[in-house]
């Protein structure tokens, strides 16, 4: 179970609108299921019912996973279930948390802004994650940089070996403006980083700031990438309304 909890970093679906299972309802959800007995002790559940599965949520303070149980308890699937439709992994949708945290630790952990709209929109991406690649695409067909002000946060995903190599060149850049060219190149599909070397300078620099980018992860509460929140931090579901 330790190996399914830390083997996948959670994604987040741009679509879905779930009902919130009851505890007893997880429950009797996961009794049906052959990884019930091999739950270990500290591990906490919750669950909701999305079209024809249940999501049912593993977790403790090392990490979470879902499990995906069919509506006729017949068959369990771990790991990442794609609808062929938007060719997303499908995700629980459950309410949003009002932030808590400390607001000047996510913005000490900003490392470029960019965009010219009224709204903020505070992103924990990673540029190697291809669903954060995916939703530059969404962002370019939507022209969301007129909408929003987009605030970067990074999380390089410890699976993604490219990932920290592409963050020293963009963040190398000489101001906001550069820094978001490379970014907005690398995520589709520029291969410029695999020719750049960062100083050691440059390196101990972006690895402080990416120190600080931690620290706004955690306190923002992300679990993976692409991550949203709104003005306020609190983080923004329905991915649907950020088109609008």
Same mark, same amino acid.
């Given at each position: 179970?330790?190996? #399914?909890?830390? &083997?996948?970093?959670?994604?987040?679906?741009?679509? !879905?609108?779930?009902?919130?299972? /009851?505890? =007893?309802?997880?429950?009797?959800?996961?009794? +049906?299921?052959? #990884?019930?007995?091999?739950?270990? =002790?500290?591990?906490?559940?919750?669950?909701?019912?999305?079209?024809?599965?249940?999501?049912?949520?593993?977790?403790?303070?090392? !990490?979470?996973?879902?499990?995906?149980?069919?509506?006729?308890?017949?068959? /369990?699937?771990?790991?990442?279930?794609?609808?062929?439709?938007?060719?997303?992994?499908?995700?629980?949708?459950? @309410?949003?948390?009002?932030?808590?945290?400390? *607001?000047?630790?996510?913005?000490?952990?900003?490392?470029?802004?960019?965009? $010219?709209? =009224?709204?903020?929109?505070?992103?924990?991406?990673?540029?190697?994650?291809?669903?954060? %690649?995916?939703?530059?695409?969404?962002?370019?067909?939507?022209?969301?940089?007129?909408?929003?002000?987009? +605030?970067?946060?990074?999380? @390089?995903? &410890?699976?993604?070996? $490219? &990932?920290?190599?592409?963050?020293?060149? #963009?963040?190398? !850049?000489?101001?906001?403006?550069?820094?978001? %060219?490379?970014?907005?190149?690398?995520?589709?599909?520029?291969?410029?980083?695999? &020719?750049?070397?960062?100083? *050691?300078?440059?390196? %101990?620099?972006?690895?402080?700031?990416?120190?600080?980018? *931690?620290?706004?992860?955690?306190?923002?509460?992300?679990? !993976?990438?692409?991550?949203?929140?709104?003005?306020?931090?609190?983080?923004?579901?329905?991915?649907?309304?950020?088109?609008?």
């Amino acid at each position: 179970m330790k190996k #399914i909890l830390l &083997s996948l970093s959670l994604v987040a679906s741009l679509f !879905g609108s779930d009902k919130v299972l /009851t505890q =007893k309802e997880v429950t009797n959800v996961l009794h +049906h299921t052959p #990884i019930f007995n091999k739950i270990k =002790k500290g591990i906490k559940t919750k669950g909701v019912e999305h079209k024809d599965f249940y999501i049912i949520t593993l977790y403790n303070n090392r !990490g979470e996973q879902n499990v995906f149980v069919t509506k006729d308890l017949k068959y /369990t699937l771990l790991g990442l279930v794609l609808d062929n439709k938007t060719k997303m992994p499908i995700e629980p949708d459950y @309410p949003s948390k009002k932030f808590s945290g400390n *607001k000047a630790d996510v913005e000490n952990g900003v490392v470029f802004s960019f965009g $010219n709209g =009224k709204k903020d929109l505070y992103v924990v991406t990673d540029p190697e994650c291809p669903f954060c %690649q995916k939703f530059e695409k969404i962002s370019q067909k939507h022209h969301l940089n007129d909408k929003y002000r987009f +605030h970067i946060i990074f999380l @390089p995903l &410890s699976f993604h070996k $490219n &990932s920290k190599a592409m963050i020293y060149y #963009i963040l190398s !850049g000489k101001d906001d403006q550069e820094k978001a %060219q490379r970014f907005k190149e690398t995520l589709t599909g520029s291969n410029k980083w695999k &020719s750049f070397t960062p100083t *050691k300078e440059q390196k %101990q620099k972006i690895d402080a700031k990416l120190a600080q980018s *931690k620290k706004a992860v955690q306190e923002l509460g992300a679990k !993976g990438t692409p991550s949203f929140y709104d003005s306020d931090l609190n983080e923004i579901k329905d991915r649907r309304s950020i088109l609008k």
